[in-house]
């Protein structure tokens, strides 16, 4: 039986090896308008805060750094502001983070779901379709896309409201610099454009009608001018299937 902490809905109010942990945060976005996002969700952990994307209506993707080691989450749902009225808190037997999952400074495998209560949908609700196992291999380069998140908007400026920036899918060569200690893998991609310290474990969705979650945002690996990175969803289409049996397109 599911372990459910608590649930509550109520409608009547409006790196570098070494480094400390990513927790990457939007900057140099733009002001989101609701339910532009409705996929979008924001997890607390404890002092710790990360994104998260509805999938299907008892399930969120988002990265397995955001779970690891915590007890529960609160999952706040269907608003652009940090926290709402909707929202779930589920034990971490509701975890399932990817079995061969490494910590710092590798975090490999960086790839988590959470298990929660039906989510009711509405205009502001909703989830994401995945790709298709047909995307796997590809690498989706020159792609437009979008990241969004509770994150900078300056080096120093935190917002209230949900945030975005478009970005540009980039190859993993044009990532990394010859001098950069980090390792890139097949099941990584990158944007040019930098999300900067908070928002580990939101998404990377295509501009593409219907829009596709491809990215579950990482981290990145030198300073907040620089490419941002982002588990390759395509290369786990697999194993969410397995753990949801979330139909995934051919």
């Known amino acids: 039986m599911m372990a459910i902490h608590h649930y509550y809905i109520d409608r009547t109010q409006g790196w570098k090896r070494g480094q400390k942990r990513p927790h990457t945060r939007i900057i140099n976005g733009y002001t989101a308008e609701e339910g532009d996002v409705p996929y979008i969700v924001r997890l607390t952990l404890g002092n710790a805060s990360c994104g998260g994307t509805i999938i299907g209506d008892t399930w969120i993707l988002t990265a397995a750094h955001c779970l690891s080691g915590k007890l529960y989450a609160t999952i706040y749902y269907g608003s652009n502001e940090k926290e709402s009225n909707i929202f779930h808190r589920v034990l971490f037997h509701n975890f399932i983070i990817h079995e061969l999952y490494e910590p710092l400074p590798n975090l490999r495998f960086d790839i988590a779901l959470v298990r929660t209560p ?51 899918v980039i190859t993993n060569e044009e990532c990394f610099k010859p001098n950069n200690e980090a390792i890139i893998t097949d099941s990584l991609m990158c944007t040019g454009t930098a999300t900067c310290f908070g928002d580990s474990g939101g998404p990377l969705v295509t501009d593409s009608l219907p829009p596709k979650l491809i990215g579950i945002v990482k981290g990145h690996f030198e300073l907040c001018n620089a490419n941002s990175v982002f588990t390759r969803v395509t290369s786990f289409l697999e194993w969410i299937h397995g753990k949801t049996n979330i139909p995934i397109s051919e």
Do not use: H, N
Request: hydrophobic share 45%; proline share 4%; glycine share 4%.
């Open 118 to 168: 039906r989510i009711e949908f509405s205009d502001t609700i909703s989830q994401i379709a995945l790709p298709a196992v047909s995307d796997r291999y590809d690498r989706m380069v020159d792609e437009r896309a979008k990241v969004c998140g509770w994150g900078l908007i300056s080096l120093t400026v935190i917002p209230e409201i949900l945030e975005c920036i478009d970005v540009r």
